[in-house]
């Protein structure tokens, strides 16, 4: 299947990036993938506006630099990088030939951000993810979440509550 990316230089995207299989190993690997992250904002800088942990998968809200557009490079080294030094999962012929571990599922999901209003409601699919999996009853309760940056920012109050208008948004 041939994937259509959408490539915008300095825009915003927001992400959905699982595990291969679902299995939950984000959580218990949090460190590892705090580290990847920073290594590759390093090497290929972008700002990440907002992002949520889950056991078996991530959202996150990326604000790329002007003139450049390549999210899938830096996706592949996060991905890299976490997977350096876990052990290998059973994989598809396929997938050793691509050097894949078998840890994450093999693409990712995108959607470039189009306006205010749609950034602010994938804020609010990203801070109120652990909610809708019953992690937690309100945002600041999930300690894998930018919220209270958020909230440190003004774009939420402390203790708001539950909220649940988020058709369309995301891939679970």
């Known amino acids: 299947m041939e994937y259509r990316r959408y490539y915008q230089p300095g825009a915003w995207y927001f992400f959905t990036v699982a595990t291969a299989n679902r299995k ?11 580290t990847a992250f920073k290594a590759c904002k390093e090497r ?4 990440i506006e907002a992002m ?12 790329l630099p002007e003139g450049d557009a390549d999210f ?10 976490f997977s350096s030094g ?7 012929p396929s997938k050793i030939k691509k050097r894949e571990k078998g840890i994450w599922q093999r693409r990712f999901w ?17 801070h109120f993810n652990p909610i809708k999996h019953g992690y937690v009853d ?23 509550l539950i909220k649940d208008d988020f058709d369309g948004i995301g891939h679970e």
Not at 53 to 62: A, M, N, R, Y
Not at 110 to 126: A, G, L, P, T, V
Not at 138 to 159: H, L, R
């Open 138 to 160: 309100k945002p600041s309760d999930w300690q894998y979440s930018s919220f209270q940056k958020a909230v440190d920012k003004g774009w939420y109050e402390p203790n708001v």
């Open 24 to 34: 939950p190993l984000l959580i218990e690997n949090i460190e590892r993938l705090r």
């Open 86 to 92: 876990l052990p290998q999962e059973a994989t598809s």
């Open 44 to 47: 290929h800088p972008f700002e």
């Open 110 to 126: 995108e959607h470039c951000i189009r306006n205010e209003d749609d950034w602010r409601r994938h804020m609010d699919y990203i």
């Open 52 to 63: 949520v942990v889950l056991p078996d998968h991530l959202h996150t809200l990326w604000r």
């Open 72 to 81: 899938s490079k830096r996706w592949m080294v996060i991905k890299r990088i």
